[in-house]
């Protein structure tokens, strides 16, 4: 099983900013693909952002333009950089690490880092 390690989530005012980060470790012999969801209270996980399999970053339309995606495949690493950050983004943030191999794969789910905004 992939463990993963959240942080960075926090409490801020709106317009304010955090950087998420999730490690992801245990197995070495599958490829991970770490994406971002979030869930918040009485509400469904939604999709928040990731890397598809051409390469390309894909982004939820409700935070397209404020956060940006990025990661570091030799450290199993994945950010979430938030900006302009709006009370409608308070969720639990987890991350998801799928274990890849050839055509098979395996979710994993971290734990999650909460995020609060309000004033």
């Known amino acids: 099983q992939v463990q993963m390690v959240e942080s960075g989530g926090g409490s801020v005012r709106p317009g304010g900013s955090l950087r998420l980060s999730c490690v992801a470790s245990g197995y070495s012999y599958c490829r991970y693909d770490m994406s971002w ?27 397209k333009g404020r956060f940006l995606h990025s990661q570091d495949t030799a450290k199993n690493t994945v950010y979430l950089q938030m900006n302009s ?4 983004d308070t ?10 191999v050839g055509d ?15 004033s």
């Open 104 to 118: 098979s794969r395996t979710p994993n789910w971290g734990l999650g880092t909460q995020v609060t905004v309000s």
């Open 37 to 63: 969801y979030r869930q918040a209270p009485g509400k469904e996980r939604e999709f928040v952002s990731g890397v598809d399999a051409d390469g390309h970053t894909n982004y939820a339309d409700s935070v």
């Open 85 to 88: 950050l709006k009370p409608e």
């Open 91 to 100: 969720a639990m943030y987890l991350c998801k690490t799928d274990c890849v």
